[in-house]
């Protein structure tokens, strides 16, 4: 069955881009230009880059502190709120976790609702959703508003009325698999992956046409190179062909087919260079004994081209995952300074915990280095390009979940499994150079277990435990990073893992959101805290900015929940609940609540 | 078996009070004492007078132009809010709707949850509630928090640690009886209501010992004398001793032990007269042909002995209700100067819509006048002593519903059955001698039909459908009331019902909340509109203001719900659901959503 729906994909993936070859689209050039409006927010990664910068710059490091709220809004729904609203002239578009409506907010007419969606998902969705009912966002494109549903149906909502233009159901949650990303549109087409990795889903991104729903292509993360959408010739990894054949034959037998390498994460596209950027998941099961090999593609970062999904390069930055270290993580698109010449570059800071710069044109690796100092399953990333293990990991034994066999409890691995970083995406400001990094300062005890996959139940295969890395209590930083030198500039301590998405600006502050609620806003060169509010909520949202009205707003949805948060949003006492997450989060109970609010800000009177 | 649990409540009435009396309690002087410090808000009403009033007055009518919000706190819990919390010393109590969780903040350490209590209740309760899944609030006494769940069960909690000192049942949800009132500590009891008007639950009063949950004494609204707790010949109406039966002989048979009169509002009490007060609720079923009499006494103002439950008068406003005007709005005591003297009053805003000034020491009746000009049920209220209808209203032919016969609609009915006003309470400043009342403008069609009891399910017998009064199409108005003349002296529209509670404070400044979401101040003199702030959620809590560390704070809970936001809080479609309600309020979703929040303000920098 599977076999069968995936050559019915590549047959579609094959035939459509020449049969409907677009001209230039009117989405995508409306698209590169509104990017570049900063008074709006049009797309859920602020801009192509992902660079989740604004250039707006009434609010300053030395006024932030003048900062109040301006008004609120509530989902009216509770668990972990991920993601954030877009801004598009007047309307602001507002999405909520499972059940994923969407609101229209009329910014003119004070937040009034200008239209609602609230689709009717059958339930049974949510069991399926491994780390809660999240939902990243909506995208826009060609006066349509998308949105993917938990249950993997991609709707396309009339920007002006909410009514539904089309809508196209992408996977099959009955198998484990979900929606919670968000879509990103570049030109004709919208993006989607899929959810699913602790269930065996195997990952693809499938491009819909943006026109009518009708899928244009659909490229897996493992099987035939037919279904990855490669050349075994032209697409390469590290500056070689990739070859035939190049992930089936890092399996065993068919686990590639219930192996994972989803693809939740964001989308990032360069124009100039005409590639899309995602990364790849977690190979499945989370007990690496069960799947030898490198268990390609997963863990890796893809480079496509967004009109034909063919790849042009990867790179799979943990071969055999052993620790459930997800490669989803954002990939940041900047320019900038190496060693005296200026490169395009990709920046993404992975949840194995090394922070990797990249040529973007080429997959040239350029720099890896860990950015928590606590990371201690790998010694580094071997840089020596004439090594047989260039650019792979030098894993420690002794934080081998594998070599320490399926019976073995490894103790003190940093990072958890959920990451030094999980999807909340990381900013880039051009003004100071630096990468303002959300992170996680968390180990974790492995214990893997034998499993057998039925589809549509949890194929997980580890029992974790999360606690805060050795020397303190801090379970997160709030980091400024050197992509160039692979450095961490300066670090704020957090009590909890920043599980928000964080977001530079020309006025020299950045802000970023708190498990505890708090909204933070940080001077840029220094990391000096310059403001912070309690929202009612702990925030796992993305902190945007726009301008309405001639005047500047920063605003962020509050509701916790996600991985972190997913013992106070479900419900859960177990310790090993969760993935692990209870035990190590329990504490945050005692900061916040469960909520679902957008809370925007502004300085009075300015 | 009603029968059997009424006379054995009684013998328990009748027995206690004697056996037990106690000496003056140190709650009674605790409270007595802490009401005067307005830095607290000890209790729901605020005083024991249920003014609504706070001497803070740092914040005025000059600077609350200046306010913005503090900080911010997630219920964790959706659909209505009512009521406020309290604030004692450093804590804040919130409590929620269903399932009526307690969180006490730390207002030393930027509202950290001190504790938590999280009842577990069984949820078939609520389908029982007939107008929202609504929680008034917390008590205070002798250390101990107070909480009436929805499933009738009352707790006391420790209020430093939260851990549950006594639990007690009073009643059952299996016959529709459920707890959605705030309770009220007198000395050394706790009083508690019912609810279940539409399910046919004949109301009570209990009174519990503080110290130890045991019951002192239960009164009934209706039945034998001995169940009232009155005295034929002490206990007196507009000045006459109400005789023996006075119940009964208004009553058909046994319709008294189905008959209603809940008593769900809020409590008062005079210290001096040693006196508390409160009012009950409508008679079932709402098809007045089937329950011909005055129905005594529902639709009555009590006056009762706290320690004894003995009642001192009563005054029924709406004899053999026809509209649903339950009676429990609360009764507020001011000394007010009605003719050149300065008389003990309680002054009453019905659902009638008619605003009562009566003597509360001996229950004369000294004003009543409609508080909408809106209000034509009735023409007036009989004031002439010597007329046999004295007290009574002379309710207009074309809107009897009784009169118009079981199978006629009767049509254009102003008030609404969610009357003038509801719960949510007035406030009265004694700078002013001006009440503060937040109304409804809201007028109905009511066809009443035939229906059978059956324990536990709905015993309502009418359709209805709500509308704005004729003349325009705001459904609400924030008015200031005349209570010695019985005029409006300003009025300020609303689009909404207001359905917030008020405050009035020494700063001149006078709040309340819209179902919209707005908090507004308005200037205490003239109304005029002075501040306005968009909460997340609709607001139907009470407004409070307290002091922590020399600030002075106001904060409300948002999350629309309650009767009027019942189509919204429980995603209700047909328009005569909700008793009438949704298709009425129908335009709400439109401006608000669900929610559960606390939001606190203050000036910054002050």
Partial sequence: ??????????????????????????????????????????????????????????????????LQVAWTFSTGVLRGHEGAPLVIGNMMYVHTPFPNNVYALDLDHDGQIA?????????????????????RGLAYGDGKILLHQSDTTLVALDAKTGKVVWSVKDGDPGKGETGTDAPMVVKDKVFIGISGGEFGVRGWLSAYNLSDGKLAWRAYSEGPDSDLLVDPQKTTSLGKPIGANS????WEGDQWKIGGGDTWGWYSYDPKLNLIYYGSGNPSTWNPRQRPGDNKWSMTIWARDPDTGMAKWVYQMTPHDEWDYDGVNEMILADLDIG????????????NGFGYTL??????????????????????????????????????????????????NTKGVCPAALGTKDEQPAAYSPDT???????????????????????????????????????????????????????IVWSDPEQFSVWSGALATAGGVVFYGTLEGYLKAVDAETGKELYKFKTPSGIIGNVITYEHAGKQYVAVLSGVGGWAGIGLAAGLTDPHAGLGAVGGYAALSNYTNLGGQLTVFAIPGS
Same sequence: chains 1, 2.
């Fill in 1 to 66: 069955m599977l076999r069968v729906s995936s050559c019915l994909v590549l047959a579609a993936a094959m035939a459509l881009p020449l049969a409907l070859a677009p001209p230039a689209a009117r989405a995508q050039d409306d698209l590169l230009k509104m990017q570049e409006n900063a008074a709006n927010v049009v797309m859920p990664t602020i801009d192509y880059a992902n660079t989740r910068y604004s250039a707006l710059k009434q609010i300053t490091a030395a006024n932030v502190g003048k």
């Fill in 247 to 250: 992930s089936l034959k890092t």
């Fill in 340 to 351: 005296g010449r200026t490169v395009p570059t990709l920046v993404h800071f992975d949840r």
């Fill in 115 to 135: 239209w609602k969606y609230e689709p009717r998902q059958d339930p049974t969705v949510i069991p399926v959703m491994c780390c809660d009912t999240v939902n």
């Fill in 359 to 408: 040529n973007r044109e080429t997959g040239e690796l350029l720099v890896a280095a860990k950015y928590d100092p606590a990371v201690n399953w790998a010694t580094k990333i071997d840089m020596d390009k004439s090594s047989p293990t260039y650019g792979r990991p030098e894993v420690v034994a002794q934080y081998s979940t594998d070599k320490n066999g399926p019976d073995n």
């Fill in 433 to 487: 150079h630096l990468f303002y990094v959300p992170t996680n300062h968390v180990c974790m005890d492995y214990e893997p277990f034998r499993v057998s996959y039925t589809a549509g139940q949890p194929y997980v295969g580890a029992t974790l435990s999360m606690f805060p890395a050795p020397g303190g209590t801090d379970m997160g930083n709030f980091i400024a990073w050197d992509a160039a030198k692979g450095k």
